[in-house]
């Protein structure tokens, strides 16, 4: 199966705290990204194209897809230059309830004020033709709050997003990649006909189109690294063994419901 580099960048700005700046692309270091995936002839999709060309059986020439999560500020200002005048389809996930805000669910890599896209700067990327798709309402970790909260998250995200853009949507990202059956089964009742999870590695074809599989980029990514990861791709590794996720996930489970916890999840 024809591997799909599914590309997840976080922040593009010159600059970050330490603590954030492995997540932190450079302007130009994107803009060399960029040209290092033309160049090697890829055919950048949105991630709703992707899956309708994966549906239809009609993938192009080296398929493979750039996305954005959180929706930070600096897209505004770093990214969209940079897809705009390369006219890259591009995928951009956004947490609905901190438009205007901050990432305050990001206490720990002292990131806890920095700036949020506003609604005006999603809807200019909208308008850019970037994919607008939902990154949650607050950054929850989706497969431990319980059932009852997920159309707070994922519905009324769905919502949302509908009424500022004016049209449907149809993507969503799960923060931190975290899902399970009863998040997905959420995500589809909602209206949703995709999903990215993490995995930090290639999807394809035959890839869940409710748990697509993305490549972490980082800050200290270079466009020779790039070139090589584009060019000779990961082996899929095998799934963490169930019991392995089901332990991690109850000990965040248990996390989540200690008293005083720290940031906005
Ligand atoms: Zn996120």
Redesign the pocket.
Known sequence: MTPIPILLY?SVAPEATPAYARWCVDPELFARHVEVVRTLGFTPLTISALVDATAAGELPERPMAITF??GRADFTEHALPVIEAAALPTTL?V?TGRIGATSSWLPMAGEDDAAMMSWDGVRAADAAGVEIGS?STT?VELDVIGAARLPAEIDESRRRLTAELGHDVRSM?Y??GYHSATVVRAVRAAGFDSACAVGDTWSSADDDRFALRRKFVFGGTTPHALRELLLSPPDRPARPRRVLRTGWRCARWARHRMPNRQGAR
């Open positions: 976080h999560d959180d996930y947490v990154h950054h990202s923060p931190h």
